[in-house]
């Protein structure tokens, strides 16, 4: 089982990047998918979260109106439009599938215990916005 991230690199701010979660083992379907975002010496933060019910999102503050959560499903693929892209979106962005059934807004705001408990984690991409 493998979950794989993609898409990050250097960009200038206002520019846009798509990242994107594919899985192999597993069907991304049965999982709520979330991108988390780590600085050096933080915890990661949720930045948006897709359930796999009913397709419903959540952003953080700062992602809305920026950032689009989506999934492929023939491809088992989650993407990360992200757009208008400021300093401050630096970061890791790992992808997380979960099965617990938290809400997309409760899988956001995980604590670090419970990001403990995700069933897979991707390795992460780097995103540097920089001028």
């Known amino acids: 089982v ?3 991230e993609s898409g990050g690199g250097l960009v200038q701010p206002g ?3 798509r990242l994107s979660c594919t899985a192999s083992g597993l069907d991304l379907d049965y999982y709520a998918i979330g991108w988390f975002r780590q600085d050096p010496g933080k915890e990661r933060e949720g930045v948006s ?3 796999s019910s009913d397709g419903s999102t959540y952003y953080a503050d ?3 109106g920026r950032f689009t959560l989506s999934r492929d499903t023939a491809k088992n693929t989650v993407y990360l439009q992200m757009n208008s892209l400021k300093p401050e979106d630096t970061g890791v ?3 997380a599938a979960d099965s617990r059934g938290y809400t997309v ?3 956001c705001a995980m604590t670090p215990y419970q990001l403990g408990g995700v069933d897979y984690w991707g390795r992460g991409t780097l995103v540097t ?3």
Request: net charge positive.
């Open 105 to 107: 807004q409760a899988m």
């Open 49 to 51: 979260c897709i359930s």
């Open 2 to 4: 493998q979950l794989v």
């Open 129 to 131: 916005v920089s001028s």
């Open 15 to 17: 520019g846009s990047l």
């Open 62 to 64: 700062s992602a809305k």
């Open 93 to 95: 962005y790992y992808c």
